[in-house]
């Protein structure tokens, strides 16, 4: 194996130094000047040099056709130079005064009278020597980090080489100023010039990146809820939230390249447009080929960059605490344990296939809800329960349970916690599914993951689902609705009035006795908390309108 | 337009008999005030009251995209009865002239002169005797000042003192909380002896410590036209004596310098400067010409200014710098006019025509008629006719500035009275950029009780 490195190409591109000082330039104006620099830093001349840097390969941590990571040790001792020109203030009246409060002044009347000089100052002999972590990739350009002050000296002449405590001062001044310009603005610099080389159609989309990002769609724990609450239902404090960060850590940057979620994205929009032709992509076995369920087409859009991010973690088996509205929610269902093994599994399936009806307009409520507190998540839910209604019923048998925002309760929660949110779960019927089930979008296990699963599960479900919780019983019309073709069990599972289902009296009986229990404690519970309560009354709770 | 708290300064200068022209700050602010004039930004409003002659409030609003503003408090320790505080009442050249008419020497080195002043007071102004009797005990009169700006919390103080009658100091202070240190303090200890004004400072920040000083030669204060200054005082018994001495330019020379030097920070600065203007006694063009030097940074700086017709002042800056050849210059104007600011501009008829018939002529017409009942009041009536001109000062209405500089940039300043209010209507253009040459605008709005 053997690299060559190439220092001429760069000088020979005829533009190169143009774009080098005009970034450089840009670079140097950019924050705001001390008052005795009046004009603006042109950088007038600007030389690489015929010397390369010697480099020395320390380690190669990833090595590809198109990407490469890699620490080095660079020593340089060329012959570059640069060139800066600019205009001072001479006078140190002017610049002691200019930035002071003018009725404390002492309003001298001629003595900060102002004297601009221009100055010239040359940086040459530059001697580097660093550790250089390099990360390159086609996608995303080049990559410098640098892990170690990287100036060992450098050179200044200027104008004011005559007088030495200037010469002194500028030394000194403009060695610190280089120590920063190296570590924070040249690593910025040289990915701009690498984008421009390499892949020119990245800088748009670099100059929108902060958009994106800005867009709720993307970081859920971008901005985290103002309150955020853990599982339990304990104030989290600001600094843990901050650690959730989704695309923080190096190895979250290792885990999805970012070509995947492009033909992920592409595919989702190729489902939602008229587009006739679906980009493929590679070692992803699509269920509607795989599964013999009735799976429809609208179901793959479901892999959305989102899940497939999700679902990454998981597999890194990291430890996350979610912390949204309906983990909060969860939590104070768990501190109340007689409602906790009420939640009906069916109720939450088959919600959550209604959802997949219309996954272009889901994905945008359900991004609301995931980052929203409880009350956008109320003001959004009417919406996408408007879009439930109207979905298709055939759907419903889809008991694979990719709902994707409780995938990324699941993945997200804690395994300590695991128990206590298996048990939250109403989605989960089962603890051996749910491995299946948080690989759903990636792994062509998912599937297969059949819906005789549920069924046989069913009849334990039934039982418990009979005793939903009020929010249960309040979606059940619209579950009802929608589940309307589905088998008889689960006709049966759906506990609403509107339901038909053919059971005891004794059980009926039952149902109504907790029914008024259920309808007792949530008076309580009303009575107690009114505000708590209110909120939850009028709309479904944000845990239920995402599992759907 | 000086602010509210500046004109109620000034009067206690006044009152406490104090020259605040004898001072080397001082020396082309002419000039600068007729070329360097500030121009609103935004909408500010003012609301003033010298609630009683010792207390000032001043409130202010003012809004350039955010709503800022100010409280002002002012406290002087000697009542301030003889001023118009009201806005309809205040003598608008007080507040919007710029050309400055040397003062007769307030100087305290002869005995003389406190006479000279004070049948020359007396004569202006009534209260000849609250401004003699203070400068004898003057001498603890005290001010203080503070404003407070709201959405900033920067706060400033000012306490002006009278030690004696010839040695002021001066403490200002603003406490803000990006400042180093919190806030900065100078201090002003000036000392006027008339012939000459000397000043020590010191600043918090940087330890700056300063010295300048000013002295005044020829004209009324040379010993050999000592006759003179009481001549202009009352120039009607002097009149054939002065009659040669007019003919030529009279004025008043002064020659001043300053030195700062940073102990902190080690920096320093200076500038040597010299003025020479005219004396009110001229009867010629009132004319004040100024140069000064910064012979450490090169740079000469001249002025010169001239009041050619009452209601015209004119003013130029030339700047040039020898070590860097860098030059500047910026041509200043002021215009009086007596129309009212909404017929000036409407374009409606001049009123001057009207106005200035109507006080002159009946009163003359009235004179006459009372002395002819009256018998012997001929001769001696004339004498009220000299407070005439002032009020012929009053009439004028409003003001227009304007000034260019060698950038092109023009600033076009609309000052007046409407009713009881004192407006400002200023516009800054850039005559370079034609296709947005404004680049601000301003209203200020001043009203006073």
């Known amino acids: ?548 | 337009m000086r602010e509210f708290m500046q004109y109620i300064t000034n009067a206690f200068y006044g009152a406490t008999g104090w020259n605040d022209d004898n001072t080397y700050k001082d020396l082309n602010a002419t000039a600068k005030g007729l070329i360097d004039f500030p121009l609103p930004r935004g909408l500010r409003l003012n609301l003033s009251a010298l609630a009683t002659p010792h207390f000032a409030t001043s409130y202010q609003l003012g809004t350039v995209g955010v709503v800022d503003g100010s409280i002002s408090y002012l406290h002087s320790t000697i009542p301030l009865t003889n001023i118009a505080a009201q806005s309809d009442q205040i003598p608008l050249s007080a507040l919007l002239r710029s050309y400055r008419r040397l003062h007769g020497l307030g100087s305290r080195d002869g005995q003389w002169c406190w006479e000279a002043e004070d049948t020359a007071s007396a004569g202006a102004t009534q209260t000849a005797a609250p401004t003699i009797s203070p400068s004898a005990t003057s001498a603890g009169s005290t001010l203080l000042y503070g404003r407070l700006y709201l959405p900033q919390s920067l706060l400033e103080a000012l306490v002006v003192r009278r030690l004696t009658p010839e040695l002021q100091v001066q403490l200002s202070a603003v406490s803000e909380r990006s400042l180093r240190n919190g806030g900065t303090i100078l201090g002003l200890l000036q000392y006027d002896r008339g012939k000459y004004g000397i000043e020590g400072l010191f600043s918090t920040d940087g330890g700056l410590l300063g010295f300048r000083g000013l002295y005044n030669f020829g004209g009324d204060t040379s010993p050999s036209t000592s006759g003179s200054p009481a001549g202009p005082a009352s120039s009607e018994p002097s009149g054939n004596g002065q009659s040669s001495e007019k003919e030529r330019i009279y004025g008043r020379f002064s020659a001043g310098g300053e030195v700062y030097y940073g102990t902190l920070n080690k920096s320093g600065g200076m500038s040597l400067g010299g003025r020479f203007a005219t004396l009110p006694a001229h009867r010629g063009t009132p004319l004040t010409a100024t140069l000064t030097i910064n012979p450490l940074m090169g740079n000469i700086n001249a002025t010169y200014a001239v009041l050619a017709k009452d209601y015209c002042a004119l003013a130029t800056r030339m700047e040039f710098n020898v070590y860097s050849y860098e030059s500047e210059w910026a041509v200043g104007m002021e215009l009086w006019s007596n129309r009212r600011p909404a017929g000036f501009l409407l374009g409606a008829d001049p009123r001057n025509l009207e106005v200035i018939p109507e006080p002159e002529a009946p009163r003359v017409k009235e004179r006459s008629f009372q002395a002819k009942l009256e018998w012997r009041l001929d001769d001696e009536e004339p004498e009220p006719s000299p407070p005439s001109p002032p009020e012929n000062h009053e009439e004028y209405r409003g003001v227009l500035k304007a000034r260019m500089d060698q950038n092109l940039r023009v600033g076009l300043l609309w000052e007046g009275r409407a009713k009881s209010l004192i407006f400002s209507l200023g516009t800054g253009i850039d005559l370079r950029k034609l296709d947005e040459p404004f680049r601000s605008l301003g209203l200020e709005i001043q009203y006073s009780s």
Not at chain 1, 77 to 84: C, P, Q, R, V, W
Not at chain 1, 132 to 152: A, C, H, M, W, Y
Not at chain 1, 214 to 237: F, I, K, Q, R
């Open chain 1, 1 to 548: 194996m053997a690299f060559n490195f190439n220092w001429s190409p760069l000088t020979a591109d005829a533009g190169f130094y143009k774009r080098a000082r005009d970034l450089l330039t840009t670079a140097l104006n950019k924050s705001p000047k001390p008052p005795i620099i009046v004009d603006d830093i042109i950088v007038t001349e600007f030389n690489l040099g015929s010397v390369p840097p010697d480099l020395e390969i320390l380690e190669i941590g990833d090595l590809a056709e198109d990407r490469f990571r890699g620490i080095f040790k660079m020593c340089y001792s060329g012959d570059a130079f640069l060139t800066l020109k600019t205009r001072v203030q001479a006078n140190p009246l002017n610049t002691c005064l200019s930035a002071k409060p003018s009725f404390t002044s002492p309003q001298p009347l001629a003595a900060a009278s102002s004297l601009t000089i221009p100055l010239q100052i040359t940086l040459s002999e530059i001697k580097l020597s660093a550790f250089i972590i390099l990360v390159f990739s086609k996608q995303k350009g080049l990559t410098i980090v640098f892990r170690n002050d990287p100036l060992e000296s450098l050179k200044v002449s200027s104008t004011f080489d005559s007088i030495e405590f200037v010469r002194d001062y500028l030394q000194r001044t403009i060695e610190s100023k280089l120590r920063d310009l190296m570590m924070d603005e040249l690593p910025a610099i040289i990915h701009r010039l690498s984008l421009q080389l390499w892949c020119p159609d990245q800088i748009a989309k670099d100059d929108d990146e902060p958009k994106e990002t800005s867009e709720p769609g993307v970081n859920p724990l971008a901005t985290p809820p103002l309150d955020a609450v853990d599982v339990h239902g304990h104030l989290l404090d600001p600094t843990a939230i901050s650690e959730l960060s989704l695309d923080g850590g190096p190895e979250a940057q290792l885990l999805f390249s970012q070509k995947t979620l492009l033909r992920l994205s592409d595919m989702t929009n190729s489902q939602v447009t008229s587009s006739l032709d679906t980009s493929t992509t590679k070692d992803v076995l699509i269920r509607a080929w795989a599964g013999p369920d009735r799976f429809d087409a609208a179901n793959t859009p479901t892999a959305t960059p989102n899940l497939a991010r999700t679902s990454s973690y998981s597999a890194s088996a990291h430890t996350y605490t979610f912390s949204d509205s309906s983990s909060q929610e969860n939590g104070s269902i768990s501190s109340r344990p007689s409602l906790v093994h009420l939640h009906s599994s069916t109720a939450g399936l088959s919600l959550g296939s209604g959802r997949h009806a219309k996954p272009g307009r889901k994905k945008k409520t359900r991004v609301v809800d995931l980052r929203s507190k409880t009350k956008t998540g109320a003001e959004t839910a009417p919406a996408s329960e408007q879009g439930d209604r109207t979905s298709d019923a055939a759907s419903a048998s889809t008991s694979n349970p990719v709902s994707e925002p409780a995938v990324l309760h699941d993945t997200l929660d804690a395994p300590d916690d695991d128990l206590a949110s298996s048990k939250v779960r109403f989605n989960r019927s089962s603890d051996p599914r749910s491995p299946l089930r948080t690989q759903a979008p990636n792994s062509p296990l998912a599937a297969q993951v059949p819906s005789a699963d549920i069924r046989k599960a069913n009849p334990i479900e039934t039982q418990a689902s009979s005793r939903t919780s009020e929010k249960a019983k309040k979606e059940s019309p619209a579950a009802a609705a929608a589940a309307e073709p589905a088998k008889a069990e689960w006709k049966r599972a759906s506990t609403g009035p509107m339901s038909d289902t053919s059971s005891v009296i004794l059980e009926q009986a039952w149902i109504m006795k907790m029914a008024g229990e259920i309808a007792r404690r949530v008076y309580e519970e009303k009575h107690r908390n009114p505000g708590f309560w209110d909120e939850r009354d009028d709309v479904p709770p944000p845990a239920y309108d995402e599992a759907r």
